[in-house]
């Protein structure tokens, strides 16, 4: 999974607020997104307050990998993802990825750059059009942004078939014809047509049957180590994180409040809602009340707490939580939280297991 060689483990793949915004030093780093201090509020329909979507998100992600970013809904992953591609406007901070600044590029040029940056999306059957047979939808992108017709086009579709491992005559079909699997496998045809580096997936299994879930996931990781792609993995499953990711950032409402090597922040989660995320994963127990969601609904731009987002569900609250929401500190190498108990591992560990079973036993 890791083709850049980078370790990853090392700090970078999160940038800290100490470090500043992007600089064009960062063209000579490995770094193939840069996010920094991305703010994103939709504004407010009348009568209600606007919805802090994104409240100043950093990260980076090295050429290459993994990095997962999962939380429940409503948490902003997919904003950010639209962000990253310049689907969605931002209100602030920059976004670069492979060198180019997408915040106040023109449409034209993000038109440009797409071939270089794709997305997948959940429902495969959605994205795809169905007037379009899935060689010509497969074709269209090599169509729109290259040169490409006729037999070279052609040998160009059949060998982008081959590659998601769907057989040539599915080629004549239209999308309702193939099951969710094979049209998920025409969607990353599609997203690979152009040859890109960087490919966002924002739940890309999520629609299919588990058992098919896992046949997607093992060619996205296989796609990956044969064309050296970063992927941008949106996920509310630890699962997939696991199988795919190398790095895992965890955002709750809008705030990303924990980031790090995947195999770290899973097994020694540093921040109380990472915590409950995985024990809401391992509550398997028939008998036991499955852990509630942490947050009901949306928080609304006027409602949102001066202090830490998850102060109000927070079994380690303290007054100094209410104030200010916290920064993220350093854990270990790699391996940054935004809670100010971040280096109390194991009191955290303690409290936080007390709190599932409360919650559970409620
Ligand atoms: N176009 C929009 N207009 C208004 N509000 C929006 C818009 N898109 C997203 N939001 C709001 O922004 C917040 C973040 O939404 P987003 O879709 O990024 O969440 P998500 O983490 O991807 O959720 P899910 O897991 O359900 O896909 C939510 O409160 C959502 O209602
Ligand atoms: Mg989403």
């Not at 797409?114 to 994205?127: D, W």
């Not at 599609?190 to 040859?195: F, I, K, N, Q, S």
């Not at 970063?230 to 994180?241: A, P, R």
């Not at 971040?342 to 409290?351: R, Y």
Request: charged share 25%.
């Amino acid at each position: 999974m890791t083709n850049s060689g980078h370790d990853a483990t090392s700090c970078d793949a999160h940038r800290s607020r100490d470090e500043g915004p992007a600089t064009d030093d960062d063209a000579d780093t490995d770094h193939a997104i840069i996010v920094d201090g991305l703010h994103k509020t939709f504004r407010a329909r009348r009568g209600q307050a606007g919805v802090v979507a994104i409240d100043d998100v950093s990260f980076v992600v090295e050429r290459g990998q993994t990095l997962g970013i999962v939380g429940e809904s409503g948490s902003g992953k997919s904003t950010v993802a639209r962000c990253l591609l310049g689907l969605t406007p931002v209100d602030a901070g920059s976004v670069e990825v492979l060198g180019r600044s997408i915040v106040g590029a023109n449409p034209k040029q993000l038109r440009s750059w797409r071939s270089e940056m794709q997305i997948v999306f959940q429902e495969p059957l959605e994205s795809l059009d169905p007037r379009y047979r899935v060689r010509d939808a497969i074709g269209e992108p090599l169509l729109l942004h290259t040169d490409m017709r006729g037999d070279v086009l052609r040998k160009r579709v059949d060998e982008l078939l081959a590659q998601v491992s769907l057989a040539t005559d599915l080629g004549a079909r239209y999308p309702h014809e193939l099951s969710g699997g094979q049209q998920q496998r025409v969607n990353i045809a599609r997203a690979l047509a152009t040859d890109p580096s960087v490919i966002v997936l924002d739940e890309p299994t999520a629609s299919l049957d588990v058992s098919v879930q896992a046949e997607v996931l093992s060619l996205l990781v296989d796609l990956q180590a044969q064309f050296g792609l970063t992927y941008l993995l949106i996920s509310h499953d630890l699962t997939t994180i696991r199988a795919v990711a190398d790095r895992v950032a965890v955002m709750y409402l809008g705030r990303l409040i924990e980031v790090g090597p995947v195999d770290e922040v899973l097994t020694n989660p540093e921040h109380p809602y990472t915590e409950f995320l995985i024990g809401a994963e391992l509550s398997v127990n028939p008998h036991v009340k499955p852990a509630a969601p942490v947050v009901q609904g949306e928080v609304r731009g006027g409602e949102r707490p001066s202090g830490c987002v998850f102060a109000q569900r927070c079994p380690l609250r303290m007054d100094a939580c209410e104030e200010a929401q916290p920064e993220l500190r350093i854990a270990s190498a790699g391996h940054e939280a935004a809670c100010l108990v971040v280096g109390n591992k194991h009191d955290l560990a303690g409290a936080a297991a007390e709190y599932r079973l409360t919650d559970e036993g409620s």
